[in-house]
């Protein structure tokens, strides 16, 4: 009887996979390199169709650093994992392969330097490690929300204290930010003095991603968001980051990157559209055995894409194959394109090396 207990205790406790979020990871593993392909085309003439055309790419895919974070909150505020298993596991796991990647590019850089004719410099090389790569920032992000997710937790468990964090960190994350930095392009003076005033209300529990590691449980644990509004907000967003960005740019004469961040209304629209639309449509998508299957295994493969995505980048540039080749149009979908297959492929080889497979992948 005390067995038949403890079955049904632990089947009543695994929770069915939800696939949809294999599918956003797949997504965004591929638009984190769409978007690293076309920021290189932001460097031209602001009033040239390059420019436009990098700016509608890279522009249309600003949610994919919150879509990331939005689904390891759902999954970890969701979960009833011991704080103590998610240090031992999830953190520890986040560091070494922080560690192992920022000394695979320390190393790679610095041998390219030497090969430059450039001297070795010990104090560098480790500061190399520990700053990182460009792209290796997002595991200090991600190591700090492990380590808040107790107090999110409570948080979350509370209704309407829940809701009460959402609005003050939709206010001092992105409402006041955003206001305050167009207001600083109008007049520079009043910006700062703005942002000034309400820095000295240290609103910094509010102001951060934990606002997205929280909405996206919010998120994926209601229905308030129809599908048709996903898409107006997806499209809203889209429109307002690539139409607003360009507006910006052409006013000031150069590449100003002021709504690409998350702190941003129309980011957030983004980050809400997408989140919201796979989820319902992924359920509808996602209904055969094979395509689940692949699906888990390309899913599988997005940490190590993201973490080996930049060498790719360098392959392709090295064949002259970068957004401003040829026509951007053609030329970003078609590095992007190679570099996707070359970044899986590469994440796919490298996790059939168990050592790294367990340990830095």
Not at 243 to 270: C, D, F, H, M, R
């Amino acid at each position: 009887m005390k067995m038949q207990e403890n079955v049904a205790k632990n089947t009543k406790s695994i929770r069915p996979r939800k696939h949809y979020f294999d599918l956003m990871r797949v997504i965004a593993a591929i638009c984190v390199i769409l978007l690293h392909v076309s920021a290189g085309g932001l460097q031209a003439d602001v009033r040239s169709s390059e420019w436009a055309v990098s700016n509608f790419f890279c522009g249309s895919v600003r949610w994919v650093v919150p879509v990331f974070i939005m689904i390891s909150g759902s999954l970890f505020l969701s979960s009833e994992k011991p704080f103590e298993r998610i240090v031992r596991e999830n953190v520890k796991h986040m560091a070494l392969v922080y560690l192992f990647w920022s000394t695979a590019y320390a190393v790679i850089g610095s041998v390219q330097s030497l090969m430059h004719g450039q001297s070795f410099s010990a104090l560098g090389f480790i500061k190399e490690i520990v700053v990182g790569h460009f792209h290796l920032w997002f595991f200090y992000l991600i190591i700090g929300m492990y380590l808040l997710i107790p107090f999110m937790r409570m948080i979350v468990r509370k209704k309407s204290l829940f809701k009460y964090y959402l609005c003050l960190a939709f206010v001092f994350h992105i409402c006041l930010p955003q206001a305050i930095s167009l207001i600083g392009l109008a007049n520079e003076g009043y910006g700062e003095t703005l942002g000034s005033l309400v820095e000295r209300m240290n609103m910094f529990m509010v102001t951060g991603y934990p606002f997205y590691f929280m909405l996206g449980y919010y998120l994926d644990t209601t229905n308030r968001i129809s599908l048709p509004l996903s898409l107006a907000l997806l499209l809203v967003g889209l429109g307002a980051t690539c139409g607003g960005t360009a507006a910006i740019s052409a006013w000031k004469g150069e590449t100003l990157q002021t709504i690409y961040t998350s702190a941003n209304l129309n980011v957030l629209l983004e980050s809400v559209g997408v989140f919201c639309c796979v989820k319902y449509l992924g359920n509808r998508l996602i209904r055969t055995e094979a395509s689940v299957k692949l699906l888990r295994m390309l899913s599988s493969l997005s940490l190590g894409v993201y973490v080996v995505h930049p060498i790719a980048l360098r392959a392709c540039g090295r064949f002259g194959l970068d957004a401003l080749a040829f026509n951007p149009a053609l030329a970003i979908p078609l590095t992007t394109l190679l570099s996707v297959v070359l970044s899986f492929g590469a994440a796919y080889v490298l996790r059939l090396i168990p050592p790294v497979r367990r340990h830095f992948l």
